[in-house]
């Protein structure tokens, strides 16, 4: 792990992990020189209390299933082994409190950097790492667009060059409780998963 100082993170409910996660990661990774992506499941994310979603040890699992064989892709479960709710910057200190020396990207759609001021304590967050942006389809950013309310935070942005997500995971489970076919844009191992569990059935 010493050997390790370009690290990519990457947050979400990961309900189900699907192709589109994979292959945004690979693309961040190769576009910032990362080291290693992390997957941070989150147990309890606040902006999605009181929704419905799958029990946090299936998504561990699914993830785990995801990530076999994608070298420098880890599954985290800081998120998930800590009481919540957790915010975003809590997560930052506690790895950048295990990995000191190691420099951090916080991996994000450009959806979330136009919300980025409403977050818990923003600038804090961005001086813990930089903040890697990545397209939406639909949505237009600029790095400096928050800097008249988080001065300097333009600096700490890195827009990244990469296809949008063509289809999101609530698209996936809609498809999946009306009997549609998902092969092709969840991995095979996790589509088993979901049928041997019965998950997301109505």
Same mark, same amino acid.
């Not at 947050?11 to 997957?39: E, I, K, Q, S, Y």
């Not at 333009?154 to 489970?173: F, K, N, Q």
């Given at each position: 792990?010493?050997?390790?100082?370009?690290?990519?993170?990457?947050?979400? $409910?990961?309900?189900?992990?699907?192709?589109?996660?994979? #292959?945004?990661?690979?693309?961040?990774?190769?576009?910032?020189?990362?080291?290693?992506?992390?997957?941070?499941?989150? #147990?309890?994310?606040?902006?999605?209390?009181?929704?419905?979603?799958?029990?946090?040890?299936?998504?561990?699992?699914?993830?785990?299933?995801?990530?076999?064989?994608?070298?420098?892709?880890?599954?985290?479960?800081?998120?998930?082994?800590?009481?919540?709710?957790?915010?975003?910057?809590? $997560?930052?200190?506690?790895?950048?409190?295990?990995?000191?020396?190691?420099?951090?990207?916080?991996?994000?759609?450009?959806?979330?950097?136009?919300?980025?001021? #409403?977050?818990?304590?923003?600038?804090?967050?961005?001086?813990?790492?930089?903040?890697?942006?990545?397209?939406?389809?639909?949505?237009?950013?600029?790095?400096?667009?928050?800097?008249?309310?988080?001065?300097?935070? $333009?600096?700490?942005?890195?827009?990244?060059?990469?296809?949008?997500?063509?289809? #999101?995971?609530?698209?996936?489970?809609?498809?999946?409780?009306?009997?549609?076919?998902?092969?092709?844009?969840?991995?095979?191992?996790?589509?088993?998963?979901?049928?041997?569990?019965?998950?997301?059935?109505?």
């Amino acid at each position: 792990m010493n050997a390790v100082k370009r690290i990519g993170v990457l947050g979400g $409910t990961f309900d189900p992990p699907h192709c589109a996660h994979l #292959a945004l990661a690979r693309a961040v990774r190769d576009a910032l020189n990362l080291d290693r992506l992390l997957f941070l499941p989150a #147990a309890d994310p606040p902006h999605k209390r009181g929704k419905d979603m799958s029990p946090a040890s299936a998504r561990l699992e699914m993830l785990e299933l995801a990530l076999a064989g994608h070298a420098g892709m880890c599954l985290s479960r800081l998120d998930v082994d800590r009481p919540g709710p957790q915010y975003s910057l809590d $997560t930052m200190k506690l790895l950048r409190r295990d990995r000191p020396a190691a420099s951090f990207w916080f991996v994000m759609g450009a959806d979330s950097l136009c919300d980025f001021p #409403a977050w818990y304590r923003p600038l804090e967050l961005a001086s813990l790492c930089r903040l890697a942006v990545v397209p939406r389809p639909g949505v237009c950013v600029q790095p400096d667009m928050h800097e008249a309310a988080l001065p300097g935070l $333009t600096g700490r942005v890195d827009m990244v060059d990469c296809a949008a997500l063509p289809h #999101a995971s609530r698209d996936i489970v809609e498809s999946l409780r009306a009997g549609g076919d998902v092969s092709g844009l969840v991995p095979p191992a996790v589509l088993d998963y979901i049928a041997a569990r019965g998950l997301y059935r109505v």
